[in-house]
């Protein structure tokens, strides 16, 4: 495996957000990023020049690390919160980051990632029906757990099986992972399973 120069978001003590912080996000951006390297190095050896569209960015830690790595792409991270936003420019000045939702969006770019976001919104398969028409490639990373299971937390009533089954048939990837996170300050930290899918676009 190659080995790149990752920036201080993976340093806990460095984030603004306390709970993305206490909720192990550094960690589940490292995770995210290994099991995805692979994949966007075989997209960087067929294309020179890439535009990646990350929704759902929060913080930025997913889309700084896609940018470290690939420096001569164009990276750009949009969330529905405008304070995450806020932080996540003055953390990463050199990403643009704006407020944007994933489910109206009509921007188009060669690669969308969406990640442990499409549990948060409803209609889920209509957006990733929407996003394949939107770029080349679309990266999703869903949870195992379903909505009473975590919680109340995830508001898509689709369970990973149901969700799994619908991407199966536009899937070039697929593949499972597991990091650890709590939901709030008093519960301790919890194992939680992961599925990644690298879909083929439309564009």
Known sequence: MRHYDIPGCLDHQHSTNF??????GGIQSLVFYYHTLFYYHTLS???SSITVHDYGCGMGDGIALIQAAFPKWLCFGFDVDGERVYCARNRWPTIPFEVADVITTEREAD????????EHVPNALSVVSRLRSLC???VIV?????????????????????????MTPHAIHQSHYVTAR??????PLMLEGNNLFVLRGER
Request: glycine residues 8%.
């Open 136 to 138: 080349k490639y679309l």
């Open 111 to 118: 690669v969308i990632m969406s990640i442990h976001t499409l």
């Open 142 to 166: 869903y949870p195992d757990l379903t909505h009473e299971a975590r919680g109340g937390h995830s508001l898509e009533a689709l369970s990973s099986a149901e969700f799994g089954t619908a």
């Open 19 to 24: 709970e993305w912080r206490m909720a192990g």
């Open 182 to 187: 709590r939901y709030s300050h008093d519960e």
């Open 45 to 47: 050896d067929l294309y």
